[in-house]
Nanobody, 119 residues
Framework: QVKLVESGGGSVQSGGSLRLACAVSGFYYGDDYCLGWFRQAPGKEREAVATIDEDGLTSYADSVKGRFTISRDNAKGTVDLQMNSLKPEDTAMYYC????????????WGQGTQVTVSS
């Protein structure tokens, strides 16, 4: 059973940094799985923040390019999101997600971790 557990959220002032971590378990050795970080602010739709495929190829939402960095450690089964130069508009619940790289939709989700950025 695939399981994702996020950690590292919290409150920070504008311009500050946070690092989110997600522990991924349940995939079989050799499985190619893609990972991503998503966020959802109150009253807004969930959006993809950053994704990383099995080869380490990354993509970012325009709003976070140059500020956020996604990375994965397959040996440890983790995917992290380093967030720098945080802005109040980054305030949201952040979710770690996973899918087989052969699929389109993310089907495995963590419980979420709150990030709050104050001005």
């Amino acid at each position: 059973q695939v399981k994702l557990v996020e950690s590292g959220g919290g409150s920070v002032q504008s311009g500050g940094s946070l690092r989110l971590a997600c522990a991924v378990s349940g995939f079989y050795y050799g499985d190619d799985y893609c990972l991503g970080w998503f966020r959802q602010a109150p009253g807004k739709e969930r959006e993809a923040v950053a994704t990383i495929d099995e080869d380490g190829l990354t993509s970012y939402a325009d709003s976070v390019k140059g500020r956020f960095t996604i990375s994965r450690d397959n040996a440890k089964g983790t995917v992290d999101l380093q967030m720098n130069s945080l802005k109040p508009e980054d305030t949201a619940m952040y979710y770690c997600a996973a899918r087989s790289c052969l699929d389109v939709d993310y089907v495995y989700w963590g419980q979420g971790t709150q990030v709050t950025v104050s001005s």
